[in-house]
């Protein structure tokens, strides 16, 4: 098998150094690990059709690896699997402004793509912290959410069409130069969200948007966690919103005491909230926050320099995250009217089952997406800790995945967010593409 991919490939990209696979076996935190037998670089849409091809007439299983970013373990292989890495895929066409769209390969970055929308003036619709590594092939068949949903939605609805390399090594283009195109099933939206189980992105056409010329940034703080839900609630119908991010006070301080950054607001609970449109929004932001419960006054940010230090609070949390080793994640969403009893009950139960656990929880409250962050729980405690918040999620009406997707970690518990026939469905569409269930076997289904 070895030799036929390198037929296929090139023998330099086929690589089978233990170090390497070793290194390409671990997910992002560091928390989980697996086992590959080779690492394979196709250079082309055709050569990825081919590597499926070869993998699947040989019997062995395959890992579909993008930026590797992934929250839920969703590249690590389980099966001794050949790893097909997107990384040579990263083309990026000329940006059509006429049409706001572009064609990126799967494995261009994320920030790449900001980089093109915005030198001709556009701005791509998702942003998240880890741009600069993050494949939109990866993005896409995560559903990606981030700090942009509240305004423009998820990946999903970026996405105008696809090509896929299927399980049976053929390659599907859906791909329309007009944007209205009710022509048969929505095939992309079958592959997007699907984690790979059902075929790998080799191409992606992207919506683009015109950039609002007038931003406006506060960062605000609240001493009571449902005083920040009810702005939230009333911030995310608000014409012009452009981001709404719940920040826990207990990240504020490790952000000041591990990083030096400036936390300009006080409370046990923050609030960023951005009002973008194309004239001054300040008087209006400064209106709309005028009902709200705050703790002291808001820290407001118009030029740039001003509103990327309030930004800085946020994007700083991804770095403090690992101030004591990896933390163990959970993304969940829940009904807004949730979040505060969701927020007391969880530490609560982190108190029974790992008492010296610091949780932070943050996210964008707009789509009740939350990350809970739980730093200082030992790997030894995980387990009891794992399966509790499950139930604690999908008792408050939650969904155990609400952006990262399910990935191999939280396979255990699809049943707590979707019924047995809906389970059935999914699991006749993954059979009818890949029958012998090679491709991505570790993600989504146990
Ligand atoms: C600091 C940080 C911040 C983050 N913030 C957010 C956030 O705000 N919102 C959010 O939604 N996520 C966030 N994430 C999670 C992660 O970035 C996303 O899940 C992202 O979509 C993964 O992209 P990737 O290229 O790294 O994919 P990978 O991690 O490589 O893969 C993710 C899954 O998709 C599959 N896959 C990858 N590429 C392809 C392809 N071309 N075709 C088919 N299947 C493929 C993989 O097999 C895997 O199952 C964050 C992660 C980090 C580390």
Known sequence: MLRALETVVGPGHVVTDPDILAGRAVDYTGRYRGRAGALVRPGSAEEVAAVLRVCRDAGAHVTV???RTSLVAGTVPEHDDVLLSTERL???GDVDTLERRVQAGAGATLAAVQ???AAAGLVFGVDLAARDTATVGGMASTNAGGLRTVRYGNMGEQVLGLQVALPDGSLLRRHSLVRSDNTGYDLPALFVGAEGTLGVITALDLRLHPTPSHRVT????FADLEALVAAGRMFRDVDGIAALELIDGRAGALIRQHLGVAVPVDGDWMLL???AADHDQSDRLADLLDGVQLCGEPAVGVDVAARQRLWQVRESLAEVLG???PPLKFDVSLPLSAIAGFARDAVALLGTHAPDALPLLFGHVGEGNLHLNVLRCPVEREQAVYGPMM?????CGGNVSSEHGVGSRKRPYLGMSREPADIAAMRAVKAALDPTGYLNAAVLFV
């Open 65 to 67: 690896q993008g930026g």
């Open 90 to 92: 990263r083309a990026l």
């Open 115 to 117: 980089h093109a929308g």
């Open 218 to 221: 506060a960062v605000c703080g």
């Open 273 to 275: 909230v951005e009002l």
């Open 323 to 325: 101030s004591y080793g």
């Open 391 to 395: 139930e604690l999620i999908a008792g």
